[in-house]
């Protein structure tokens, strides 16, 4: 039985991947194909190149259409390329009331209103199938001047920066979900600010940046937090890591719910957060800065294993797991 959350790497590779890359059509046109780890694909329609990308929201009850939006429009980002459009599809268990589709609604064009892209369409359906709302997003892009950066695209030798903070995502989602049960933890002002994290989730600017400046490998970090999007990006550039662990940056916010909740935030959903390869690091994380988003070298992308430092320590970086959001408990 699988465990909540993505698919065991070795798993997907087997059923799902594999399958996939052993088709016989390979069409001339496809340029990016899937691969773990790497979020879009791509297609060439003779001017710019339409990326695509699709992801649901299943770890939220709450704010379910625009975090649907944001998390799918992060992926077009880290591409390099530009989001213009999104499809959804929305399933709602019977009983459904009509302020919850209302609700999913009014979110999801909120967060298309702020990345400037138009709702496509989709489709909208009650069904049993489901025991609580689920939203799916298909997001569609285009290159700016036929150039993508994938999730493979990192070199040994190149620093990897992170912006934003560990954990963004489900600290956001955490202190919604479980608001009033939090209030022993924290104070009225650190639940707010820990609520107020959703204003982070967009990584757009940040990859006008890191694209200007000549990144070759850009992530967001999904299920699987911080140190799962920085073992896809060495898994799929064929390279090892060293993860300096204390310069991760967190809120403190984060590390009180986190602690209350008994998980990691380092393996807990971070979208909002990319995790960048690039040369000099340093001079990309304080251009960074100079635009207001938190940033900070937290490791070196190397020819062969992959290993957390801490405390003096080297410990292995293992694959990502079911994400700590599925284990939070008061």
């Not at 294993?305 to 700590?324: E, H, I």
Request: aromatic share 4%; with cysteine; proline share 4%.
């Amino acid at each position: 039985m699988f465990a909540i959350g993505k698919l065991p790497p070795e798993i997907l590779e087997k059923i799902v991947m594999e399958p996939m890359q052993a088709s016989r059509v390979k069409r001339e046109d496809v340029i990016l194909r899937p691969k773990t780890g790497e979020d879009c694909s791509a297609v060439d329609l003779g001017g710019e190149y339409c990326i695509l990308s699709t992801d649901p929201i299943t770890g939220a009850a709450k704010d379910v259409g625009y975090l649907a939006v944001q998390i799918n429009c992060n992926d077009i980002y880290s591409s390099g390329a530009e989001p213009m459009g999104v499809l959804l599809t929305v399933l709602l268990p019977p009983e459904s009331e009509e302020a919850l589709l209302e609700e999913m609604m009014s979110g999801a064009i909120r967060a298309a209103e702020e990345h400037n892209i138009e709702i496509l369409g989709g489709h909208t359906e009650v069904t049993d199938a489901v025991v609580k709302p689920v939203i799916s997003a298909a997001v569609i892009g285009k290159t700016r001047n036929r150039k993508i950066l994938s999730t493979g695209g990192a070199k040994a030798g190149q620093d990897v920066i992170m912006t934003k903070w560990a954990g963004t995502e489900g600290t956001a989602i955490l202190a919604k979900e479980w608001e009033e049960g939090l209030r022993q933890y924290l104070t009225e002002e650190e639940l707010q600010n820990a609520q107020a994290m959703k204003a982070y989730l967009s990584v757009g600017k940040e990859s006008e940046i890191a694209f200007a400046y000549g990144a070759t490998a850009m992530h967001d970090a999904t299920e699987g937090g911080v140190l799962g999007a920085v073992w896809e990006v060495a898994e799929c550039s064929g390279l090892g890591v060293d993860v300096f662990v204390e310069k991760i940056p967190v809120k403190e916010e984060t590390k009180k719910i986190c602690k209350a909740m008994g998980i990691d935030y380092l393996g807990l959903i971070s979208s909002g957060t990319m995790i960048i390869a690039a040369e000099n690091g340093e001079k990309l994380a304080e251009r960074l800065q100079e635009e207001g988003i938190a940033a900070a070298v937290i490791g070196k992308l190397t020819e062969s294993g992959r290993y957390m430092l801490v405390n003096d320590m080297r410990l292995p970086l293992a694959q990502p797991k079911s994400d700590a959001l599925y284990e939070a408990k008061l």
